[in-house]
């Protein structure tokens, strides 16, 4: 904020110096007097190019309740999970999606439960194995509907974007995000339109895919990302200043720290995800 302040002081002090300069010489002979071809309209001018060089206000940042968690200790990936962390005052919710053996469109983070991989499984299996209701995705989509919020899906697996985009259809706030390039791109084949950025931070990563993640505008334009969305640890190097500059907005996962928050939000991070909403939402500006 500090420097358009004193870019506003200085076009006001120019424009005032340059009336005081030609009330000067209004009375002396015409050519000694500098000919300001533009002096009398310049006043006109000053609030256009102020409203040029303020900054925009940037909208506030989203919360968002990574698989759904918050104080109540839900399983994650629950219906009871999303609705409790949209109470505590996450503006969207993060659920993990996967395509089961029956082709259903499951919300859970594991690609495998007892041993046993999720494209092998039906729904009704999978709930068994896991002990607890596994919703559909067009369950969480109908969920965040009826509350007003949005919804940030992350799809595990590719083949599948068609049908949840279908299954999330109508919701006015919609990220996906996949850590996989090739997801992204066909995201983008299914809906051009849609708001689809690149997970970085992956678990095992070597130097290579390390400064790959840190370095990602190419891959990111490659793929079709409109934003992109690093785990908190990548954010080094000008790793922020470089996404803006390049026009990506970012979404940080997952951060848990409320100093950490607040200082990515005045940074103007798009979304940050977390396990604690209601400790976030408390230091992080109200909801618009």
Known sequence: MQPAFRCEEFLTQAVLSRCVVQRRHRDQDAKSVPQYRYGPYVHLLCPTLLSILKPRASPPVQLIAHRGRSAAGHPDNTLAAFAAALGEGADMVECDVHRLGDGTLACFHDAAIADRPLAQLSHGELETLAGFAVPQLAEVAQLCRDRGAGLDLELKVGGCAVDALSAVD???????????????????????????????????????????????????????????????????????????????PVLVWTVNDSRQAQALAAAGVAGIATDRPAELRGVLEPRA
């Open 170 to 248: 109508g919701l006015t706030r919609l990220w996906v995000k996949s850590f996989h390039d090739d997801v992204v791109r066909e995201v983008r084949a299914a809906q051009p339109d849609a708001h689809v950025g690149l997970l970085l931070g992956v678990p095992r990563g070597g130097l290579r895919v390390r400064l790959g993640e840190l370095f990602p505008a190419r891959r990111l334009r490659a793929c079709g990302a409109r934003y992109v969305a690093p785990n908190w640890r990548l954010l080094r190097l000008g790793f922020l200043r470089r996404m803006r500059s390049a026009g990506f």
